[in-house]
């Protein structure tokens, strides 16, 4: 079974930044795209981007594009949200997942195109 944990989250000012890491172990970690999702309280979680296996191809919710950097470190099996000019309605429970495989395409958002979720790790931004 693969693991995925989420870390970095935390209480930061509006124009802020945080970086988010996720790590998957239990399986072999370049083989899947990987993707970042969120929800707010009150609302259904939303997809905030998708990148390939090879971090060749990145995709972004228009609300963050611009603001969010997706990357990935294939040799720590890590991957990470870059979050800058942070806005409060950022604030949310930011969730990693993995991809049932390699690549994101267009319907990259569809949750259900996604194996293995972490717990989640709380971003709050403050006016």
């Known amino acids: 079974r693969v693991q995925v944990v989420e870390s970095g989250g935390g209480l930061v000012q509006a124009g802020g930044s945080l970086r988010l890491s996720c790590t998957a172990s239990g399986s072999t970690f370049d083989d899947y795209a990987m993707g970042w999702f969120r929800q707010a309280p009150g609302k259904e979680r939303e997809g905030v981007s998708c990148i390939s296996w090879n971090g060749g191809n990145t995709y972004y919710a228009d609300s963050v594009k611009g603001r969010f950097t997706i990357s990935r470190d294939n040799v720590k099996n890590t991957l990470y949200l870059q979050l800058d000019s942070l806005k409060p309605e950022d604030t949310a429970m930011y969730y990693c997942?993995?991809?049932?495989?390699?690549?994101?395409?267009?319907?990259?958002?569809?949750?259900?195109?996604?194996?293995?979720w972490g717990q989640g790790t709380q971003v709050t931004v403050s006016s």
């Open positions: 997942a993995t991809r049932g495989n390699a690549y994101c395409s267009g319907s990259w958002p569809i949750q259900g195109a996604y194996v293995y």
